[in-house]
């Protein structure tokens, strides 16, 4: 699969918190590799780096970028704050964390008061990796071949479901 714009500029943007995100948002590049989705990856902290924040999200729209995709862990304000900033679609991952294990994380993100909407994924490297799908989702829209790759990867998924099911049964036969 090799979907790429005309000049191959990132189509999506992958914003961490902390390099301690890296890990799981693997996940998420990989994903959006796989469907031949240009993107970029950048660590960027809303509290500790908040004039790039600002930067980041002011221009998002001019530098051709689609969607961002924020992922943030703890007290995780990343992605409304660039949702804040933006007209494009912010889709949230919240991180795992070591105190509360992501429970924080997610509702810091998904409680966001009206107005200003994050759309926001599951804890972890599920999230990541629907947050790299939704995307995908929202850019098929306009976009026949990738619109034709969801579906075969929605039916790959569908076979292996299925093959694993007939294994089971074969197993248990008695
Ligand atoms: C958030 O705080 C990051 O997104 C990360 O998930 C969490 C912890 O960051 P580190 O202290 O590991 O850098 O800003």
Known sequence: MNHKT????????????????????????????????????????????????YAFASEAEAQGLKIIIAAAGKAAHLAGVL????????????????????????????????????????????????AALLAVAILATSDSHLRDELKNYRERMRAEVEAADAEVREDHLV
């Open 6 to 53: 005309a000049q191959n500029s990132p189509l999506v943007a992958i914003v961490m918190g902390s390099k301690s995100d890296y890990e799981v948002m693997k996940e998420c590049s990989s994903t959006l590799k796989a469907f031949g989705v240009p993107h970029e990856v950048r660590i960027i902290s809303a509290h500790r780096t908040p004039d790039r924040a």
């Open 83 to 130: 949702a804040a900033m933006t007209i494009l679609p912010v889709l949230g991952v919240p991180m795992t964390t070591s105190d509360l294990g992501g429970l924080d994380s997610l509702l810091s993100m998904v409680q966001m008061p009206a107005g200003i909407p994050v759309g926001t994924t599951a804890i972890g490297k599920a999230g990541a990796k629907n």
